[in-house]
């Protein structure tokens, strides 16, 4: 109430005056919150330690989402010993208890063997989980692995569906992946406007290769109007992103004099 200003005039201070006097009395919800609080330093001087400690109590009081916090820690390195081990343990207590975020983080963990067996199948499963539940990174996830045959069978068409999903929820790698699947007509019908309208969407949201994919676009005239300017601009928005490409396609343009010289 207080941390959001329902009924009362917001206060991160306050409110972390008040989620510490529950978290000593060992409430979980509590102690993920102030946790969250010292992560952030809101109300209270940033410190990954305090945080840490107080996603710790809270995840071995059985909250989900000072479970998954905790497994951040762990796989980061912030505020104790980096261990993909740990992390990946915690992660998966959050998961099993049905929390998307997790449940997505969990299937990462197992495509890239990273505190878990590597196994394509237990992914696709844990990224399935997540997606049934409408989390984004679990649908743009497993749309990928459709797309790719990762331990589900290949399909085009639900590599799209789930990547839909996911693009409509402004989730900007799945946008990027179904300028892909438009581009190519892998899952839908090939439509280079289409296209051009999912990199606008994945670039507006600072999406580096879709910038630079939407730039050649632009120099290219597919499915949007020629502009050697609007090819510029989008390169650029790529290459201060340290996008080599990007920054490539931009010297040319620049050389063969279609933009001037910054």
């Known amino acids: ?7 009362v005039s917001q206060s991160f201070r306050e409110a972390a005056r008040w989620y510490k006097t529950a978290a000593e009395q060992e409430h979980a919800t509590a102690q993920n919150n102030l946790g ?7 109300g209270v001087a940033k410190s990954d330690t305090k945080a840490f400690y107080w996603y710790r109590k809270g995840a071995e009081h059985g909250d989900s989402q000072a479970q998954c916090y905790l497994g951040a820690m762990f796989e980061e390195g912030r505020g104790v010993a980096q261990s993909y ?9 959050a998961a099993d208890q049905g929390l998307p975020k997790a449940q997505a983080k969990v299937g990462f963990l197992y495509d890239k063997g990273r505190g878990l067996p590597q ?6 499963r844990y990224y399935k989980k997540a997606a049934d539940q409408g989390d984004a990174t679990g649908l743009s996830s497993l749309g990928a692995c459709y797309f ?3 331990g589900v069978p290949q399909s085009d068409a639900e590599s799209a569906r789930c990547c839909k999903i996911a693009a409509d929820q402004g989730f900007a790698p799945a946008q990027y992946f ?9 899952g839908v019908a ?4 289409k296209a051009a309208q999912w990199y606008k969407k994945a670039a507006d949201q ?17 499915g949007v109007a020629q502009s050697y300017s609007a090819a510029a601009k989008w390169y650029k928005e790529a290459a201060d992103q340290k996008h080599a490409e990007a920054a490539g396609k931009l010297a040319l343009l620049v050389a063969a004099g279609h933009v001037p010289r910054s």
């Open 119 to 124: 196994s394509g199948v237990k992914s696709a």
């Open 206 to 222: 600072g999406h580096a290769s879709a910038q630079m994919n939407l730039g050649y676009l632009f120099e290219c005239g597919l």
């Open 148 to 150: 790719h045959g990762h």
């Open 36 to 42: 969250r609080l010292y992560e952030e330093g809101s």
């Open 178 to 186: 179904m300028e892909n699947l438009s581009e190519h007509g892998r």
């Open 85 to 93: 081990v740990e992390g990946a343990k915690w992660y998966k207590k």
């Open 190 to 193: 090939q439509d280079d406007v």
């Open 1 to 7: 109430m207080v941390e959001k200003g329902h009924g």
